[in-house]
């Protein structure tokens, strides 16, 4: 049948030396079968020859078989898949070119398949071909696939089902109806270095059911330890859909969608406690990928859930992608949307208009950091975790009810804590912006924390700050305007139940107007009672200070330069202290309220 003495331990087989018939159309299934099983599961290598042209389907491959194709062609067009009940190889009613099936009891091992052309003929893409996969192994352990062309298979080009110590390695994959390679289960696979295009999906991963051999005596296994690096990814929808992989990394991949179709990246991570084969699952890490597509959908969505003792495992992450989006209308609905733990950093997401990142019900720690996200909204939604959001650049940020946040150091367009925000830290906030209508720090959340915040304007903007919550410190902040202002810190009641600002604290700050228009520094409307102002520098504002509330301590404040007056105090029991360093303008007072009192004042009041 065409075979040499062993070389080494191993046999060697030449297809040319078969009755094997060349010529692409004639059917050598069984010719080739035959060949593949002539040593059983000895270590055996079977050589096609450079430029031969073989018409097959469903060969099933032994342990310990090397088949090398470089320079062949094996065509698959024309067979039809396997009949319900016969044919061999192949599961009924589904036809391929490379079968090998192991059990969960008895495993298949060491399998390499390299070079050649495994040609589908299916050129239709979802034609009438049936199920094929040019290859597909269940239960196999040591695999390498390389060099390999597939062309034109209605279904997968690679499908690996529980199979550890998987390469999947410089491979061109092309017209694909669904994956170029999907992986069920498994542990330790890379998949690196391959060229896939006009597939449904590049990557996919998800576990391998128990009931998908159909005995229902195998334990389902979890895709474990994954490695997918370096391919380029021409999809019709999902550049790479992972369903449930843990403990793996996904770097430097290239992806282009085509025009209108919905998502390029899709995690859907789902943490389980330890599977009946011991195995954890937990964390997935994606960097330095770069993503190029035209749609309005979502660029990734990941959602992750923790239960029992997989709390507190490695956290996934997401960093230094770039994401660019060539669409007409210069948007992407949902840059990240991710419900459970996930840490962001380093990416780019520039032409998302809609979500840069929306998180959903967050758990534990969540770390969001130097992102630049230059025009679309960050929104947190829910979830009991911290969420910690530092160096990132943004056009708008939204909290609403429940969450946490600590923010450091970010640049917004906006920040909106919204009602029932469960806390927020926000430090060295920082903009610069021509024009803005909204606030730029709008804050409703109780107990809030806005320190070192800096803010220049040279257009028009509402308000710097607006606070409708209690026991909110703000301090150690700057405004420089040289635009126009209505007012730079603004206390007042929103009329939502619990929402008045009480016993807060304004301190250690500065305003400025260099040239521009600002109507006032500070003012605090009718109700805001029992707050105090320390220390707080304002310059060439129309009004400094304004109260319309009772019980207001103003202490330390130097204000000059107004075109109007330095301070209308129209609530009660307002307290003012000046330390030797207070200057005050000659505009002096107006409009004291009822028992007010002054303490070391150079100037009497008016």
């Avoid at 992986?183 to 270095?193: A, D, E, L, S």
Wanted: net charge negative; charged share 15%.
């Amino acid at each position: 049948i065409g075979t040499t003495g062993g070389y080494g331990s191993e046999h060697i087989v030449y297809i040319a030396a078969t009755t094997a018939v060349s010529d692409g159309a004639s059917n050598s299934s069984q010719v080739i079968q035959d060949a593949l099983d002539l040593h059983g599961d000895e270590p055996a290598r079977i050589v096609f020859p450079a430029g031969g042209n073989y018409m097959c389907k469903n060969l099933v491959l032994r342990s310990n078989t090397t088949v090398e194709l470089t320079g062949c062609t094996l065509r698959f067009g024309g067979l039809t898949p396997t009949p319900s009940g016969t044919g061999f190889g192949a599961p009924a009613g589904q036809a391929g070119m490379f079968w090998v099936e192991g059990t969960f009891q008895n495993r298949k091992t060491n399998i390499h398949i390299i070079g050649g052309t495994l040609n589908g003929g299916d050129s239709s893409i979802g034609g009438s071909m049936g199920s094929n996969d040019a290859i597909q192994m269940v239960y196999t352990d040591n695999v390498i696939v390389e060099q390999v062309h597939l062309i034109d298979w209605n279904q997968d080009g690679m499908e690996f089902k529980s199979c550890n110590n998987l390469v999947v390695n410089n491979n061109i994959i092309e017209n694909i109806w669904d994956a170029a390679v999907e992986c069920r289960g498994g542990r330790n696979v890379k998949v690196y270095n391959n060229v896939m295009s006009n597939c449904a999906q590049g990557f996919m991963t998800k576990p391998h059911e128990s009931n998908s051999l159909g005995t229902g005596t195998n334990p389902k296994t979890y895709a474990t330890d994954y490695h997918v690096y370096d391919n380029e990814m021409t999809v019709r929808t999902n550049g790479i859909l992972n369903n449930w992989a843990n403990a793996s990394t996904f770097e430097r991949n290239i992806v282009y969608p085509e025009v209108g179709y919905p998502a390029i990246v899709v995690f859907d991570t789902k943490e389980h406690p330890t599977s009946s084969m011991g195995e954890e699952q937990y964390g997935i890490t994606f960097k330095d990928n770069v993503f190029i597509g035209d749609t309005t959908n979502t660029f990734m969505r990941i959602k992750t859930t923790r239960v029992g003792d997989q709390v507190g495992n490695e956290l996934d992450r997401v960093e230094n992608n770039n994401f660019i989006n060539n669409s007409v209308e210069g948007q992407c609905g949902v840059g990240f949307e991710i419900t459970g733990i996930c840490n962001l950093k380093g990416n780019i997401l520039g032409a998302v208009t809609g979500n840069s990142i929306q998180i959903n019900d967050a758990q534990g720690e969540i770390r969001i950091e130097d992102n630049i996200m230059p025009n679309g909204i960050v929104r947190f939604q829910g979830g009991a975790g911290l969420i910690k959001f530092n160096r990132n650049i943004t056009a708008a940020v939204v909290q609403y009810t429940g969450t946490n946040v600590h923010a450091d150091g970010n640049d917004f367009y906006s920040y909106a804590a919204n009602s029932g925000a469960a806390s927020l830290v926000l430090r060295g906030s920082v903009h610069s912006t021509s024009s803005t209508t909204v606030p730029w720090i709008s804050n409703h959340c109780v107990g809030a924390t806005i320190d070192g915040a800096y803010l220049t304007t040279t257009g028009t903007m509402d308000k710097a700050i607006q606070n409708n919550a209690p026991d909110v410190n703000i301090s150690n902040f700057r405004f420089d305007s040289t635009g126009q202002t209505d007012i730079t810190i603004h206390f007042l009641v929103s009329g939502v139940s619990g929402e008045i600002p009480i016993n807060c604290n304004i301190s250690n700050g500065t305003i400025i107007n260099r040239g521009g228009s600002v109507d006032e520094g500070i003012r605090f409307e009718t109700g805001c009672d029992k707050n105090s102002i320390t220390n707080v520098n304002i310059t060439g504002v129309a009004q400094g200070i304004r109260t319309l509330s009772d019980y207001v301590n103003i202490t330390g404040c130097r204000v000059s330069g107004t075109t109007y007056q330095e301070y209308d105090i129209q609530g009660d029991y307002t307290f003012l202290t000046f330390n030797d360093s207070t200057t005050v303008g000659t505009s002096g007072y107006s409009n004291l309220g009822g028992n007010t009192t002054e303490v070391n004042n150079r100037f009497p009041l008016i």
